[in-house]
C-alpha cells in the first residue's frame, strides 16, 4: 500500500459550485474539502472516495490532522455522484438554519458511517440500493452490540437516525420507503446518565470540609510547620508524612507518634 498527499480545494458550504436549478457541481469532487459550521479546520469530505484513508497528522494545532493521506488504487469513481448529493444534503441543512453543534454532530456521526463501511461494504455508496443494504448491516452490527452492552442505546440510535436522514435527504425519500426494512433502533430514557442535584445540606457540609482542609494546608505551607502533620477532616483525623503514601489514619499507625519528624514542608 503506498499513501498519497493529493491536491485539495476548500469551500465554505456557501462557495460550493452550483448548476441553474442549486445543485452542487463539482469538477473533482475527491478534492473538495468543505468548512462546515463547527469545525475548527475543513472537512475533507472528498478523501471518502478511497476507501483507504489515514490522518496526516493527529496533532490538532495544524490543519493536517483534518486532512488524509490516501491510496491511489483505492479510489472509487462510483463515490463521486455521494460526495455531491451529500453536499447538497449539508447545504439543505445549513438553510434550514441548523445550529454549529447539530452539525458538527452529523457530520461526525456520519465519518464514522463511512469508516465503518470501508472496513465492511466498500460499495455502500456506488448506488442507492448499496447505500440500503450497508445501513442495514451497520444497524444490525449496533443491535448486536447493543444486546452485548458494548455500546449506549442511545449512541447508536443517534448514528443510525444520522445515516438514514443522509439517505433520505440523497436519494429523496421523503416517507422513509427506502429504510422500511430496517429494524429501528429507539432511544431510551432509562439509558440517559443524569446528573443528580445534590441537596444543599449536602453542598453545605462538602463546602465546610473544603474550607476546613485548604486552612489547615496552607496553614502547614505558610507557617513553615514540621512533618508529620495532623489534618482533621469533619470529626475525623489523618496524619501526613512526607512519604509516597502521605496520609495515615490512626489505624493505620502501628503506634503513637513519639516526635515529630525534623523535614519541613517544600516552598
Known amino acids: 500500500m503506498t499513501w498519497s498527499k493529493r491536491k485539495t480545494v476548500s469551500y465554505t458550504i456557501e462557495q460550493l459550485p452550483t448548476d441553474e ?10 478534492a473538495v ?11 475533507d469530505i472528498g478523501s471518502w472516495c478511497y476507501t483507504e484513508r489515514k490522518r496526516i497528522d493527529r496533532a490538532s494545532n495544524t490543519d493536517a490532522c483534518a486532512s488524509f493521506y490516501v491510496d491511489k488504487q483505492s479510489y472509487r469513481v462510483e463515490r463521486l ?4 448529493g451529500y453536499l447538497d444534503y449539508l447545504k439543505n441543512h445549513l438553510a434550514l ?13 456520519f465519518q464514522t458511517f463511512v469508516e465503518w463501511c470501508n472496513k465492511n461494504y466498500v460499495s455502500c455508496f456506488d448506488a442507492k440500493e448499496h447505500y440500503v443494504q450497508a445501513v442495514h448491516m451497520f444497524s444490525e452490527e449496533k443491535i448486536s452490540l447493543i444486546r452485548k452492552s458494548k455500546i449506549n442505546i442511545n449512541t447508536a440510535a443517534t448514528m443510525q437516525l444520522v445515516v438514514i436522514t443522509v439517505g433520505r435527504g440523497i436519494y429523496h425519500d421523503p416517507y422513509g420507503d427506502l429504510f422500511r426494512f430496517v429494524r429501528r433502533i429507539r432511544r431510551s430514557y432509562r439509558a440517559v446518565n443524569r446528573t443528580v ?20 494546608l496552607s496553614d502547614f505551607v505558610l507557617k513553615f510547620e514540621m512533618y508529620p502533620k495532623k489534618v482533621y477532616v469533619g470529626d475525623e483525623y489523618f496524619w501526613c508524612f ?3 503514601i502521605p496520609f495515615a489514619g490512626p489505624s493505620a499507625c502501628s503506634g503513637p507518634i513519639r516526635s515529630p519528624i525534623s523535614v519541613q514542608s517544600d516552598h
Open 242 to 244: 512526607p512519604s509516597s
Open 21 to 30: 436549478t442549486g445543485k452542487v457541481v463539482l469538477i473533482d469532487p475527491s
Open 33 to 43: 474539502k468543505v468548512f462546515i459550521p463547527g469545525y475548527k479546520y475543513a472537512v
Open 197 to 216: 442535584v445534590p441537596e444543599d445540606v449536602a453542598v453545605s457540609d462538602s463546602l465546610k470540609v473544603y474550607m476546613q482542609l485548604f486552612t489547615q
Open 81 to 84: 455522484s455521494f460526495i455531491c
Open 97 to 109: 438554519g441548523k445550529s454549529p453543534n447539530t452539525l458538527k454532530t452529523a457530520v461526525g456521526q
